[in-house]
C-alpha cells in the first residue's frame, strides 16, 4: 500500500514538472533556445502574484488572473527584444542570454524582497494544507490534485492549440522549417515571440523555484527533447521515481530521479528510442 | 508593365558571386522558365525573388513597386509564392494542414483546400495523412498547392520534377498546366529541357550566374539553346573547351 501511496504521490510531483517543463519543451521544440531563465521568470511571476495579494488583499486566484497578462506580455517582449537577437547570433548566444537573465531576475529579486522564504501558503486557506485519506494509507492532498488538474488543462489546451488553430499549426511549421514558413508568410519573429509569451504562461506557478528547472530539464529530456506528450510522461515518470526513491530511504528522492534520467541517456545513445510521440510540441 | 522586374540582381555567399548582373522580366500571366546547368545560379535567383536571400546589389519589382527591402513573409503577401527546391513540407502536419497553415488571413482569393484538391484530385485521400508519408509526386502536388493557397499573383517553382518518376512528373505537369490556363503567372526553374519548351511561353537559360540566352519557347532552336546551356560557343571561341 505504501507503494501505491508513493506512486500517487509521485505522480501529483510528477504533474508539477510537467508543467514547469511544457514551457521549456515548447520553447525547445520552436525555436530550440534552452531556456535557462525559465524558473527564474517562473519564480517571478509567483512574486508578482505575492505583491498582488499582500497589496490588495485578494484572493492568490484572482491575483493570478491579474498577474497573467502581465506575464504573457513580459514573454513577448522578451522575446522580441533579447531572444531574437540572441538567435541571430548561433546556438551559445541564447544560452548565454537567458543565463544573464536568470541572474538578472535572481539579483533583482534578492534585492527586492530579501532572501527569506515567502509564501503564498497562508492567504490560499485550507488549500494548501487539505488532503484525505483513502484506505487508511493513501493520502491525496488538495494541493496535489490542483497541481494535476492544472498539468491536465495545460496539457489539453496546449495539444488543442497545436493541433487545431491555425497560430498552432504555424507554430508547428516554423518548429519543422522556419525557411520554408517563411516562404509561405509566415513571420516568425511573431511566431517565436509567441510560442515564448505561452511558455512564460505555463510555467507560471505559485511553488515553483530556479532549483526546480533542473528536474524541468530532466522531464523534457526523458520524454524527449521538444515533444509535448514526452514531456507529460517524462514529468510523471520523474515524478514517480523520486517518491518511489524516497520511500527506500528519503535521501535517495534527487538521486533515483537523476539515475532514470542518466538511463534515458544512456539508452538514447545507445540508438534505442523508448518513446515516439506523433504531436511534436 | 510587367508583374516582375529583375534589375542588375547581384547575389553572393560569401565570396562565391552565384548570381551577376541579372535582368528579367515576367509579363501578367505569363509562364518563363528559367533553365542552365547545376550552379548557373537558377536555385539563387529565385530565392531572391520570393526575399529569402537578401541580394548584393540590384532591385526586384512587383508591379512597378521596389520590393528588394522586403523580408520573405511581407512578399507572400504582397502575391509571391516560392514553392523551394526539395518541397521543404512540414513533415509533421497533415496535408490538409500544410495546405491551410498557408492559406491568407485575408478572405477571398481563388485558391482554397476545394479548389487544390480539384486541381490535384490524387490528394483526395491522402488529406489527412501525415506530409511524410506521402510519395515524391504527391508531395510535390502538395507544395505546390501550399503555394497556391497563399493566393499568389506571381508562383516561383523551383526544381517541380526534381527526384520523381516519370509518370510523377507528368501528373504534376499536367496539374501545373490547369493552374496556368487559369491565367496564373508562373516563373519555374526546370532541368529537363523538353518539358521546359513545352510549359512555358519563353525560356531564359542561366549559365555561370548571367542570362546567356533569352526568346520565344517556340521560336529558339534547340542547339542554341543547348549551347547556351553548357557554354559551348563561348569555349569554341576561346579555344578551349572544358
Known sequence: MSVANAILQGI???????????????????????????????????????????????????????????????????????????????????????????????????????????SLGASAGALTTESWNLFGSISISALGLVVLAVAAVVFTVLHLFLSRTRPGWRMRATAEDPDAAELIGIDSRHVYARATAIAIRSVFDPVSGPTQLIFAFEAVVIGGMGSLWGTLLGGLALGVAQTLGAQLNPEYAALSGHLLFLAVLILRFGGVRLVRFGARA | MSLLAVEDLDCRYGLLQAVRGVSLQVAEGETVALIGANGAGKTTLMRAIAGAHPPHAGRVKLDGTDITSLPAHTRVRRGIALVPEGRRLFAGLTVEENLRVAAASRTGGRWNVQAVLEVFPFLKPRLHMPAATLSGGEQQAVAIGRGLMTNPRLLLLDEASLGLAPVAVDAVYRSLAD?????????????????????????????????????????????????????LRRAAAGGTGA
Open chain 1, 12 to 118: 501529483f510531483l510528477g504533474a508539477f514538472y510537467a508543467v514547469l517543463a511544457c514551457g521549456l519543451s515548447l520553447m525547445f521544440g520552436v525555436m530550440r533556445i534552452i531556456n535557462l531563465a525559465h524558473g527564474d521568470v517562473a519564480v517571478l511571476g509567483a512574486y508578482l502574484v505575492l505583491v498582488i495579494v499582500q497589496g490588495t488583499g485578494l484572493s492568490p486566484l484572482l491575483a493570478f488572473v491579474i498577474a497573467l497578462p502581465a506575464m504573457i506580455a513580459l514573454g513577448y517582449v522578451l522575446q522580441l527584444t533579447v531572444l531574437q537577437r540572441a538567435l541571430k547570433a548561433g546556438i551559445l548566444t541564447p544560452l548565454l542570454a537567458t543565463f544573464g537573465l536568470s541572474i538578472v531576475i535572481q539579483n533583482l529579486l534578492l534585492l527586492k524582497f530579501s532572501p527569506d522564504v515567502h
Open chain 2, 179 to 231: 493552374v496556368i490556363r487559369e491565367g496564373m503567372t508562373v516563373l519555374l526553374v526546370e532541368q529537363d529541357l523538353g518539358r521546359a519548351l513545352k510549359v512555358a511561353d519563353r525560356v531564359v537559360c542561366m549559365l555561370e550566374g548571367r542570362v546567356v540566352l533569352e526568346g520565344e519557347a517556340r521560336s529558339l532552336d534547340r542547339d542554341r539553346i543547348v549551347n547556351a546551356y553548357f557554354g
